[in-house]
């Protein structure tokens, strides 16, 4: 006879409680990028489901439209969530606001892009790294980077920083890349800061696709959106390791 399964804790409840709210809720947490099927514009669309009538309706159709529902998760998600440190990192992400997630990627690009800032002679150029990235995770950057993340620090080499960083870039639109509308979805976030987001998407999708997918539709398409690449390189192992310690040295639970 089997033994029952332990209650989950209030904490784990309410992490898992996050995690269908998005399947069932979607409207209040994509990024408008994906209501391209509506004939609305995004913000109209969102302030239409905040209607009780329409709520539920438009929610079940957005839901079913992305394929939320037909999401799958590991069978054994609940007895890892005991065990995998990346889901649980992965499952506290989702709870975030969008403004926290993107402030965490900024330090993480910062990291990732510090080979390159290192190597610019103009000092406009490192002015204008700090400035899109943010005065802290340039720090951050510049403070641990070597010592603690030498594998994540490689993983942006692709990335052409100097591009971004010229005057005139087609990159000069982005602004307040951490800023959220009404409804909590995330405006585009730089270039830069993407290269962090890519990565938290990647330590999620290792964690569990159907968690990945959840987190990725809180920011911009980059299917759609000039500048962006849409892959994301798997995380090698140490890089996950890395990227474990950064969460913990940045004070996310698990």
Same mark, same amino acid.
């Given at each position: ?18 995690? @269908? ?12 990028? %994906? ?25 079940? @159709?957005?839901?079913?439209? !992305?394929?939320?529902?037909?999401? *799958?998760? *590991?069978?054994?998600?609940? +007895? ?9 990192? $992965?499952?506290?992400?989702?709870? %975030? ?12 690009? @910062? ?6 800032? +290192? !190597? ?8 204008? &790294?700090? $400035? ?22 490689? +993983? ?16 000069? #639109? %982005? ?8 409804? #909590? /979805?995330?405006?585009? &976030? ?6 962090? !987001? ?27 959106? /000039? #500048? !962006? ?10 890089? @996950? ?14």
């Amino acid at each position: 006879m089997s033994r029952p399964s332990a209650p989950l804790n209030r904490d784990t409840a309410a992490q898992i409680a996050r995690m @269908a709210e998005c399947v069932i809720r979607p409207l209040e947490f994509v990024h408008d990028d %994906y209501l391209s099927h509506s004939p609305l514009d995004g913000q109209a669309f969102k302030k239409l489901a905040a209607f009780p009538a329409f709520c539920t309706p438009l929610n079940q @159709a957005f839901s079913r439209n !992305l394929g939320l529902k037909q999401l *799958s998760f *590991s069978k054994d998600f609940l +007895r890892e969530l005991d065990e995998n440190v990346a889901l649980k990192i $992965t499952l506290r992400l989702l709870q %975030y606001e969008t403004a926290e997630i993107v402030t965490l990627a900024r330090h993480c690009a @910062a990291i990732q892009l510090f080979p390159q800032i +290192r !190597l610019c002679v103009l000092k406009s150029k490192r002015k204008k &790294a700090e $400035t899109i990235l943010g005065s802290d995770a340039f720090l951050t950057a510049m403070r641990e980077a070597q010592a603690f993340y030498p594998c994540l620090a490689e +993983r942006s080499r692709a990335f052409q920083l100097d591009e971004v960083l010229r005057p005139n870039s087609d990159q000069e #639109g %982005y602004e307040n890349p951490d800023r959220e509308t009404s409804h #909590g /979805a995330a405006q585009n &976030a730089h270039p830069t800061i993407w290269e962090g !987001l890519k990565t938290f998407i990647a330590f999620a999708r290792r964690a569990d696709p159907g968690c990945a997918t959840l987190f990725s539709l809180r920011f911009q398409n980059p299917m759609t959106t /000039a #500048g !962006l690449t849409s892959t994301a390189p798997t995380l090698t192992d140490m890089q @996950a390791a890395e990227l474990t310690t950064f969460f913990r040295n940045r004070g996310v639970p698990w």
